[in-house]
């Protein structure tokens, strides 16, 4: 082990400095690299120990945004973070001393996101994304050195009542399919297939080989094959060019056009999705083929399709009851 710098400790892994400031210690975490660390402690000790804990949060979030979420998020996951910052936590916190921030703080914001807006209060589940992203924000600080230890408190994300699917019931199908072309190519191709609504909008007839359906860019980032039903593989055949004639940010339009001739009113595109993997379920479908189809990084994502609607577990309850007999 290399030999410390005058006043620098180390526990576990990690290198720190115990400064006195407003009439308390504090621990400076230096980092887990040791020559990092030393220049640290010394810009430390060249600026004084005024510009200790001076880092604001709105500036600590620019950083964390400019790096960790630039580097590991995709162009949706990283316009959504930094519209949460800019929305949610500049607002209640973004001038307040990043160290300084307790997890009472966190609490009180867990509490203002609840009581958020009058007309339209945020759900459950737009705080929980919120707060992970806080979350997240904030153990990133405590990596790059800016706290000494997270604030986050533990049970901090509420819990999300488990939902079923949004799925579509089978005259809600019959309704749909019958709308005209395009529109309805495009409901029969989700109903079939499971993409989401950017696949979709991106699919080219090219795309298409022995088939299935390759997909390159998905939200995972991996490649899908997905196997297409016999009628839907032969509406493709001799298609040339984009499988759809729609944008991947035109999804609303579709839907408003879809609710007018279908009569279908509580419809969107992503209903497709999930109405293909309860039917893939209900029909006997493989758990981890429908994982392998849909994208998921884990099967427990794919799981929450694995409840049976009322309606499938009635018929079930019947064909047993009949056998018995």
């Known amino acids: ?12 892994t990690s290198f720190y400095v115990r ?7 504090r621990w400076v975490k230096l980092g887990t690299d040791y020559d990092e660390a030393c220049r640290k402690l010394r810009l430390i000790r060249r600026d004084g120990l005024a510009q200790v804990g001076t880092v604001r949060v709105v500036e600590a979030a620019e950083s964390w945004l400019d790096s960790y979420v630039r580097t590991s998020r995709n162009e949706k996951g990283r316009k959504l973070a930094a519209a949460r910052v800019e929305k949610f936590l ?30 339209r209060p945020l759900s459950m589940q737009t705080v929980a994304h919120v707060l992970s992203d806080a979350r997240c924000f904030f153990r ?3 990596e790059a050195g800016l706290v000494d230890r997270s604030p986050v408190p533990r049970r901090l994300l509420p819990r999300i009542p488990e939902r079923p699917p949004d799925r579509l019931t089978d005259e809600e199908v019959e309704k749909l399919v019958r709308v005209p072309d395009p529109h309805g190519f495009v409901i029969r191709l989700g109903l079939g297939t499971g993409l989401r609504w950017g696949e979709l909008a991106r699919a080219q007839a090219n795309h298409v080989e022995h088939g299935m359906l390759v997909v390159g860019r998905s939200k995972t980032g991996k490649v899908r094959r997905i196997p297409l039903p016999p009628g839907l593989a032969e509406e493709l055949r001799g298609r040339v060019g984009k499988l759809i004639p729609f944008s991947p940010t035109s999804s609303g339009a579709f839907a408003t056009v879809v609710k007018k001739r279908s009569g279908v009113a509580r419809f969107h595109p992503h209903m497709l999705r999930h109405t293909f993997a309860c039917r893939w379920v209900e029909q006997g479908g493989n758990l981890a083929a429908l994982q392998q189809i849909l ?13 049976l609607s009322d309606d499938a577990v009635r018929r079930e309850a019947d064909r047993l009851y009949e056998a018995a007999v």
């Open 1 to 12: 082990m290399p030999r410390l710098l005058r006043g620098m400790f180390r526990r576990g």
């Open 19 to 25: 400064l006195r400031a407003g009439g308390q210690d």
């Open 90 to 119: 500049m607002p209640f916190m973004g001038p307040a001393d990043v160290a300084r921030v307790s997890k009472d703080d966190l609490r009180a914001y867990r509490i203002w996101l609840e009581r958020w807006g009058t007309k």
């Open 140 to 142: 990133w600080c405590e």
């Open 295 to 307: 994208g998921h990084s884990t099967v427990v994502t794919t799981q929450r399709y694995a409840r």
